[in-house]
């Protein structure tokens, strides 16, 4: 029954936006790890969701699993600052990975698909505060960024996250030793391009580096919820 239950609710995420697509743009990151036995599940949940439109989920690969025998090859430590950030945020003692962060807000621990379907339900039919339009001539993107309504979520970053949609990797050592597994929107590096205080529209000119694909983050200061978010074209 409970596999049953994961299944329908996997099926849910994958297909439950394709239809009714809204304007706002969910952003969910796993924090994951290659050496994890636990995680595999969730890193397939979320390629379900890079089937859909109005979902950008984000893979962020921490680095302290690596001890455990097998050094994950998309682990960053800068990943591991921002997961712990978060729980600062949230007042937690603890990370784990699994653990999906809804919107910079919502913390999912654990492959809990049933709630993680109810979470980005709820975002997806919130307004979100921040509108984000980005234009792209070549290398070069203009982000433009304005406040749909209240404006009392002070500071902001604007954020440039460069991910990889696909890759597989077998994996020799550690708790998931023989098995191939594959990764969906690996980020491969997550940088700040501006700070804005909320106030009118406000535009900034940024240049794209690397292989593969791109989106927008605009987020409250000091891992905050995620105000509003693009993909870039």
């Avoid at 954020?159 to 696909?166: A, E, K, L």
Wanted: aromatic content about 6%.
């Amino acid at each position: 029954m409970q596999a049953w239950r994961a299944t329908l609710a996997a099926a849910f995420i994958a297909l439950a936006g394709s239809a009714l697509a809204e304007d706002r743009l969910v952003v969910i990151e796993l924090f994951t790890s290659q050496g994890c036995s636990s995680c595999p599940p969730a890193d397939a949940l979320l390629g379900e969701l890079a089937q859909r439109d109005d979902v950008l989920p984000l893979s962020l690969h921490v680095d302290y699993w690596d001890y455990i025998g097998w050094k994950d090859i998309f682990a960053d430590p800068a990943h591991t600052v921002r997961q712990k950030g978060y729980a600062r945020v949230a007042g937690q003692r603890s990370i784990y990975t699994p653990q999906m962060i809804v919107g910079g807000a919502d913390h999912v621990v654990g492959y809990k698909p049933m709630k993680l379907a109810m979470l980005i339900e709820e975002h997806r039919n919130a307004a979100a505060p921040v509108d984000v339009e980005v234009t792209r001539a070549g290398d070069e993107v203009e982000i433009s960024t304005s406040a749909t309504g209240r404006t009392d979520f002070g500071s902001a970053i604007i954020q440039i996250v460069r991910y990889i949609p696909s890759q597989t990797v077998d994996i020799r050592r550690g708790e998931n030793r023989g098995r191939t597994l594959t990764y969906h929107n690996v980020v491969a590096d997550l940088t700040e391009v501006a700070q804005w205080d909320g106030r009118g529209t406000h535009a900034v000119r940024a240049r794209l580096s690397g292989d593969g694909s791109h989106a927008v983050l605009v987020q409250s200061a000091n891992y905050g919820v995620i105000l509003g978010a693009a993909r870039v074209p």
